[in-house]
């Protein structure tokens, strides 16, 4: 049994292995994510969308016509003085009405149907089952909108863990070419032990910075294929880099304004306030007259042979008078409903007004960082190349090359980090104003 176990691991991971590699762009990573085979919250909200849709169709039954048949075949016996019929003196002298009669036979066959003519609280939960089908839609596009802003924020996550790893692969080369240096600088007579040892002990070092990243890269791999709903053991390539783009600047308001007419749990919850006003109305409207109609027709006898035609049609009026009054309870159950959504709506146009002022102080800090980590990584290119020139030339030893050294690995992750803040603040941006899946390109 262990011998087959590791057999099939064995193959399992050739078989990984043998796969090329997933060529993923953002783009493409968002796609995978918010097809209706993707996440498993986008699927639920795919679900939740047909559910409302059936469910509006139950309310609309309402307004159809009820058709049943019914056919019954009876054999009965019955006992006369269990029903109140006494019959015990009888006008014919000899003769005295049985008590307990059968067994005989009664049978009927039958079609019926009933019509709803009018009932306006039936109408308004018609009506409020359609806001309800609105609503789930809207549900749905928020939904793909939150699983495109996760997926994007874990997909640079990982292009960031492939820069850090670049990175220090970069570090290593070099240290390795500061070693061979100091090790040229030692022959030629111009060096010391010490200077070697320096120089080893910074390659030391970034190779275990090299492994850190390494590790923290296949997190980050793991994290954006369980975002994607993907095989954990899919090997994928990220093509995208972390970048500079610009975005197009927009004041507040405007941002504002645009975020409260395209946000989809905006829209959302402003439908789940419309649906509750109509279910307040409904409930309301129970205590109107109710009108409708109905029929039937079929065939009854004691049996096939002699069966006659039957049939019944008429009108109904329903007209509530008191139920305990379940409904007024109802009434102002629903009308509370209606208020606390109302407070909700209110309460998330604040709440969109505070992400889109955050999102936008984020870019804006954002796109300084980039800038300075720019000026700062071309300043230490230039030192490093400088100090390196004048320990070459015996001006200076190798302290003044490591120290230019360290400040040039901290001026790269300065970039990484600035590129990577700058890239997740425009999700941040695109999300508050609802526009992930179309900022995406």
């Known amino acids: 049994m262990r011998y087959a176990l590791a057999l099939w691991l064995a193959g399992s991971l050739a078989w990984a292995q043998d796969r090329p590699p997933l060529q993923l762009t953002l783009k493409r990573a968002v796609e995978i994510a918010t097809s209706p085979e993707g996440s498993a919250q986008v699927q639920l909200s795919g679900e939740t969308l047909k559910q409302a849709g059936l469910r509006s169709k139950e309310a609309r039954a309402a307004f159809l016509p009820d058709v049943e048949s019914v056919f019954s075949y009876q054999d009965r016996t019955a006992n006369l003085a269990a029903m109140g019929i006494s019959l015990s003196k009888s006008p014919f002298p000899g003769f005295a009405f049985p008590t307990f009669v059968g067994p005989f036979t009664t049978m009927d066959a039958r079609a019926s149907v009933s019509q709803s003519v009018f009932d306006f609280s039936s109408i308004r939960k018609y009506q409020a089952s359609k806001v309800g089908v609105l609503t789930a839609k809207s549900d749905a596009e928020t939904t793909g909108e939150q699983v495109a802003a996760v997926v994007a924020r874990a997909y640079l996550a990982g292009v960031r863990a492939d820069t850090d790893v ?30 070697i040892t320096r120089a080893k002990v910074q390659l030391a070092n970034d190779q275990q910075h090299l492994l850190e990243a390494q590790n923290a890269r296949r997190a980050a791999h793991l994290r954006l294929l369980r975002a994607m709903n993907l095989r954990l053991d899919t090997p994928m390539e990220l093509t995208d880099r972390l970048q500079y783009m610009p975005v197009d600047a927009a004041t507040l308001e405007q941002a504002r304004q ?104 984020a870019l804006s800090s954002a796109q300084d960082e980039v800038t300075v980590a720019k000026d700062g990584l071309d300043l230490a290119e230039n030192e490093l190349a400088q100090a390196r020139r004048r320990y070459e030339a015996g001006v200076s030893d190798s302290l003044e090359v490591t120290d230019a050294q360290t400040r040039l690995e901290r001026a790269r992750d300065n970039q990484t980090a600035a590129l990577y803040s700058y890239n997740v603040a425009r999700i941040d941006l695109a999300q508050a104003m609802g526009t992930v899946r179309r900022t995406i390109q």
Not at 184 to 195: D, H, M, R, S, V
Not at 293 to 311: E, K, Q, W
């Open 166 to 195: 670049e990175t220090a692969q970069a570090n290593v080369m070099l240290s390795q070419a500061v070693l061979t240096q100091a090790q040229n600088q030692k022959n030629a007579g111009t060096g010391t032990g010490i200077e």
């Open 258 to 361: 645009q975020a409260l007419q395209q946000r989809p749990d905006y829209k959302a919850q402003q439908e789940r306030e419309d649906n509750a006003r109509l279910m307040a109305s409904a409930t309301r409207m129970e205590r109107l007259p109710s009108l409708a109609a109905f029929g039937d027709y079929g065939s009854s006898g004691s049996g096939f042979g002699n069966s006659l035609p039957t049939r019944t049609y008429g009108i109904s009026l329903k007209v509530p008078l008191w139920d305990g009054a379940r409904r007024d309870a109802r009434r102002a159950e629903s009308e509370s409903q209606h208020r606390a959504e109302t407070i909700k709506s209110n309460d998330l146009k604040d709440q969109i007004e505070l992400d889109v002022r955050l999102a936008l102080d």
